[in-house]
């Protein structure tokens, strides 16, 4: 890991922390009717083509974020029942066979996992025919969980179109104790086997996943990818995965974000990346490895990817490069889409930064890609 990385914020604890966020808070204030005057005007935004509404949310996000990642704020995550009810789902750890040996931590194993049924819980008599989707929140592996607005938004807009439930699996956030790689991955076989125990056919499963979420999905296709190579038959491959503004190369140096053309158009900050690529990723293992950097290792996969991308994004040279990658692997079954002027993770911030139709949209297209034989 490079060194921004590898160093933890001198501000995560207190009264640092404390000094930051006041700090901010006034450096915002200030720049304030600075920002107001320079947003008012169509030719000085971050984006030409955006509302004053665009430019002025997404330098709030971006500030918020900042905060957040420099300060080292985590995200609370509890287990908030411990049996089913209504919409929420308590997943039971499947048997320790599912969980061979890139899932094996002598530190971390397979637990209870919570999620979200949007809208509604499935049913087995209601949607005993219907497609289901399951999905796996954005955040850098350290933010966010399936209850907040912004995580349901889009998952929301696929139970529309798609006319069916989908689940919204709570992860662990890396930034927790005992919490780093593989867990967020045990807890995806966990969700999927879920699925197939409920009587659900793969091919009637669809993936999703923004940001982090769509790292998480590759990993988990690819987990499943490997197992078929060695014969084995417990996870068939779901028919298709969404992939939202996924992140794709954790071995690029946060910093050079701060340099790319969309630096100022993109709320992504390189605190939160290096703060995320420093709890998820173990030291022993390379962040150019397989699991978290998919850029530099391309695999085939039965299921079809939907791939989507902002232009007004930081991390969009590395999606579209993945997407040629995956492309190139004889077999894979690939369909990239770009929201022109779109900022980072459309899929769940447009309900704020005015991109509705256009996430709309997208899911549109990824279920009619879906449709296609």
């Given amino acids: 890991m490079s060194s921004s990385i590898k160093r933890p914020s001198c501000f995560a604890r207190q009264p640092a922390k404390a000094t930051y966020v006041l700090w901010t808070v006034l450096c915002s204030l200030t720049k304030l009717p600075m920002i107001l005057i320079l947003y008012s005007r169509q030719s000085t935004r971050p984006n030409r083509n955006w509302s004053f509404k665009q430019a002025f949310v997404n330098e709030v996000v971006k500030t918020v974020l900042d905060c957040v990642a420099v300060t080292e704020t985590k995200t609370p995550q509890i287990t908030r029942k411990s049996v089913t009810t209504g919409d929420y789902t308590l997943l039971e750890p499947a048997d320790p066979t599912y969980y061979r040996e890139r899932l094996k931590d002598p530190a971390i194993k397979p637990l209870p996992v919570g999620a979200d049924w949007v809208p509604s819980a499935y049913s087995k008599e209601r949607d005993a025919d ?182 007004s994004e930081v991390q969009i040279d590395d999606i579209r490069d993945f997407t040629k990658e995956m492309k190139h692997v004889p077999g894979n079954r690939i369909r990239y889409h770009e929201i022109a002027d779109g900022v980072h993770d459309v899929f769940a911030s447009g309900g704020d930064l005015d991109f509705q139709p256009q996430a709309v949209d997208a899911v549109r297209q990824s279920i009619a890609f879906f449709s296609e034989t």
């Fill in 130 to 311: 219907k497609s289901i989707c399951l999905h796996f929140h954005g955040g850098a592996f350290i933010t966010l969980s399936p209850s907040s607005p912004n995580a349901q938004w889009g998952p929301r807009n696929i139970a529309n179109e798609l006319e069916a439930p989908v689940l919204i699996v709570d992860y662990r956030l890396s930034c927790n104790l005992d919490s780093r790689f593989p867990a967020a991955l045990q807890d995806a076989v966990t969700a999927y086997k879920h699925l197939l125990s409920e009587g659900i056919p793969s091919t009637r499963i669809f993936l999703s996943g923004d940001s982090a979420g769509g790292n998480l999905v590759l990993a988990l296709l690819r987990y499943i990818a490997e197992e078929q190579t060695i014969g084995s038959d417990l996870l068939p491959s779901p028919a298709g995965a969404m992939l939202w503004s996924t992140w794709v190369d954790m071995s690029r140096d946060p910093r050079s974000f701060d340099y790319h053309v969309n630096a100022c158009s993109d709320y992504v900050t390189p605190s939160l990346v290096a703060w995320g690529i420093r709890e998820y990723v173990p030291d022993s293992e390379s962040i150019s490895g397989p699991y978290f950097s998919p850029l530099k290792h391309p695999f085939r996969t039965e299921t079809k990817l939907f791939v989507q991308a902002g232009t």
